[in-house]
């Protein structure tokens, strides 16, 4: 079935690094743009990052504009969040979440969602 | 950056209810409009896409309504099972930005 699982979560200092990792099946990965979206503890969505699906074109939130990149593999069928000089403030669970039409479109499929904890 | 506006941010209602959740732009963003569900605990699932086309498998009691600014989420008899928190999120173009959620609890 369709699916999309991540990984890569953990506790870390602030100032460190961590790379989340998301993978896909039951889909042509290759054929659709991919999100990063984030919810604080008690919190509402925050979406993070797109990248589109050749990887041309890729936009972020300014929340976490310069510190993180979003990237892909479309022979391994992998979305990755490379996140820099964290702060406690993105402490959140990450989701990895898929367009429903090709890119520039709703989110119909979403994982299951990995914590980053931050701390001071 | 176009802002999203929710209201209300939370609501009681009973079973049966019609309940209407609105969710207005800072500016026209067309019918670039989607809503999700997100129950307590779950990850979040698309209802609505296109301001008004819903998703499959999503029950028709769930409709939504508008274009350009103003927007609308209906639930036309609530149920038990749609206790969750509702985000609208536009996608005309970056950022994808969500409203800040309306939270429905069943009386």
């Known amino acids: 079935q369709v699916q999309l699982v991540e990984s890569g979560g953990g506790v870390v200092q602030s100032g460190r690094s961590l790379r989340l990792s998301c993978t896909a099946s039951g889909f042509t990965f290759r054929s659709y743009g991919m999100h990063w979206v984030r919810q604080a503890p008690g919190k509402g969505l925050e979406w993070v990052a797109v990248i589109s699906y050749d990887g041309s074109n890729k936009y972020y939130a300014d929340s976490v504009k310069g510190r993180f990149t979003i990237s892909r593999d479309n022979s391994k069928n992998t979305l990755y969040l490379q996140m820099n000089s964290l702060r406690t403030e993105d402490t959140a669970v990450y989701y990895c979440a898929k367009d429903r039409a090709g890119y520039g479109d709703a989110f119909d499929i979403w994982g299951q969602g990995t914590m980053v904890s931050v701390s001071s | ?107």
């Not at chain 2, 989607?34 to 990850?43: L, M, S």
């Open chain 2, 1 to 107: 950056d176009t802002l999203m506006t929710q209201s209300p941010s939370s609501l009681s209602a009973s079973v049966g209810d019609r309940v209407i959740i609105t969710c207005r732009a800072s500016e026209d963003i067309s019918n670039y409009l989607a809503w999700y569900q997100q129950k307590p605990g779950k990850v979040p699932k698309l209802l609505i896409y296109a301001a008004s086309t819903l998703q499959s498998g999503v029950p028709s009691r769930f409709s939504g309504s508008g274009s350009g600014t103003d927007f609308t989420l209906t639930i036309s008899s609530l149920q038990p099972e749609d206790l969750a928190t509702y985000y609208c999120q536009k996608y005309d173009s970056a950022p994808w930005t969500f409203g800040q959620g309306t939270k429905v609890e069943i009386k």
